[in-house]
């Protein structure tokens, strides 16, 4: 047992430990991942002005504090291609200024991008997440989520929790915008419980992204609230729910001559089988909204509509006649 304890001692003595990168090397690496160009897709030269400011900074010209650093490498990633953490970190250790330009700060140029990983390592290291700036924080965070994917994901969800639990204050408007993507209901629950206030905006939007978890919780706090066809909705808080709201909305997203798409199926369908959705929904005008045009959507989807809202055997005769119509047309 000593003689193998010995041994992995002697193999862990010769394992070279994790060179600390500085920021020079830093951007070599960043330039062997192809983050760093001479010139980008539209003919900027960042790539060039970094490598310039770079040598400043070796030969002692140029302050760490004379350049904003973190918002010029953070911004040579995308959703696709991040900067990682170990590119950004060299320049925070030297003393690069965690501080905004009045424009953009390091934060909103991490969130834009998808790279939640370095928006949790600044945060981490001291920016202030309440810094003002030419925008909202999470107004960033929005353009991120939707750069990565349709709808939020876990990472993205627990980046922008934790950005909260820093004391981040969120606006009106900023609930409206993240209610206005798929799966964000429990960023939407906290922003609530923290007072943010709900208009009706944040519930028409949750509806018209399709956001079903976001509108079964907006159902539940009576921010969407069942309403009979033709009756007025005066509410500055909520939003009606009308037997024919999600028709609607189905109709508007069958452009002529275009299907839905596959996403916006399965939104449809996780809306639709939402109880507090399906026992306020006339299922007959969903199947009329399906017929606008044929072919507008997959076979599975009607297979999921008839499901949830089954036709009845005239319904069905009428159907086949009209399909028998089209055919011979």
Partial sequence: MKAITCMIISLLAVIPSQAKLSPEEAITRMESYGLIRPTDN??????????????????????????????????????????????????????????????????STAASSANWKAMRYLIEAGADVNEKYDGKLLLDVKEGILAESYRLSKEAEATILFLLDQGYRATEKELEELSAIPDTHNVMKRLIKDGVPVSFITANNALGALNAKGVALLFELGHIVPMAEGAEDESETSTGLYPSTIAKYI???????????????????????LPCIKNNTDGATIHDALSIQANSCSNEFRSHICDLFPLDEEEVVEDEEAEDEEEEE
Avoid at 45 to 63: C, P, Q, S
Avoid at 89 to 103: I, Q
Avoid at 251 to 272: D, N, V
């Fill in 42 to 107: 539209e003919g900027r030269t960042h790539g060039i002005e970094l490598r310039w400011h770079i040598n400043k900074l070796v030969n002692g010209d140029e302050a760490i504090n004379e350049f904003p650093w973190l918002i010029e490498i953070i911004d040579r990633g995308d959703e696709r291609n991040r900067v990682p953490v170990s590119c950004i970190k060299p320049f925070v250790e030297a003393g690069a200024t965690l501080a905004g330009d009045g424009e953009y700060t390091p934060l």
């Fill in 251 to 273: 109709e508007s997203h069958i452009a002529p001559g275009k299907a839905l798409r596959y996403q916006e199926e399965i939104l449809l369908t996780e809306m639709l089988a």
